[in-house]
């Protein structure tokens, strides 16, 4: 059982930076394809940013594409987010995501996920 905490969440302003982690314990962590997504107050959940388990393979949602970027550190069993140029529309509840043969923005096909971490972009 894969259990994911996320973490470096919190208020920033429009303009601004944040870094998300998810660190990941209780599996084989390098095997699994990681995602990102969130969910704003009276939204579905929608996907952000996808990698795969070599890191060589990224993918991103076209609202945040130029200024997000997804990475992971196989030695530490984290993906990281950072989310820079950050807007009010960014607001939103932001989850990880793991599973071994995820299809990397749907996010049924994630079997695993995190607690969430709340992100507030004020404008």
């Known amino acids: 059982q894969v259990q994911l905490v996320e973490s470096g969440g919190g208020l920033v302003q429009a303009g601004g930076s944040l870094r998300l982690s998810c660190a990941a314990s209780g599996g084989t962590f390098r095997s699994y394809a990681m995602g990102w997504f969130r969910q704003a107050p009276g939204k579905e959940r929608e996907f952000v940013a996808a990698?795969?388990?070599?890191?060589?393979?990224?993918y991103y949602a076209d609202s945040v594409k130029g200024r997000f970027t997804i990475s992971r550190d196989n030695a530490k069993s984290t993906v990281y987010l950072q989310m820079n140029s950050l807007k009010p529309e960014d607001t939103a509840v932001y989850y990880c995501?793991?599973?071994?043969?995820?299809?990397?923005?749907?996010?049924?096909?994630?079997?695993?996920w995190g607690q969430g971490t709340q992100v507030t972009v004020s404008s």
């Open positions: 995501a793991a599973d071994p043969q995820a299809d990397y923005s749907l996010a049924h096909s994630y079997n695993y």
């Open positions: 990698i795969s388990w070599s890191g060589r393979n990224k």
